[in-house]
């Protein structure tokens, strides 16, 4: 029985794997875009302040927020790493 448990899971393990390489790749590119975005979003926020517009200003901050790297990008972040975390403890469980 549990032989048949590691061979179901040798796809898993490596389906994990490969996406959490490809996410990690494409997470650490956007996260160099939106680091750029979220400079260019606050320069517009300030503008938005001195304009004498502080309800769009607060919206575009929040916006800032978001985008930057403390905002969605970790959370991504946090999302590939338990991705991996998946896959390595599938391959542990594969080699026991």
Same mark, same amino acid.
């Given at each position: 029985? *549990? ?6 899971? $040798?796809?898993?393990? !490596? ?6 390489? !490809? ?5 650490? $590119? ?5 680091? /750029?975005?979220?400079?260019? $979003? ?13 309800? @769009? @200003?607060?919206?575009?901050? $929040? /916006?800032?927020? !978001?985008? #930057? ?8 972040? !946090? ?5 991996? #975390?998946?896959?390595?403890?599938? *391959?542990?469980?594969?080699? #026991?």
């Amino acid at each position: 029985m *549990r032989l048949i448990l590691k061979l179901f899971a $040798v796809p898993f393990a !490596l389906a994990f794997s490969i996406a959490a390489v !490809l996410l990690s790749f494409i997470l650490s $590119v956007s996260d160099k875009i939106f680091g /750029v975005a979220s400079g260019l $979003v606050s320069i517009v926020a300030v503008i938005l302040f001195i304009s004498g517009q502080a309800a @769009g @200003g607060i919206a575009f901050l $929040v /916006v800032t927020f !978001l985008v #930057s790297p403390v905002g969605i990008p970790a959370l991504a972040g !946090l999302l590939v790493k338990g991705l991996g #975390s998946a896959g390595g403890t599938l *391959r542990a469980f594969i080699f #026991s």
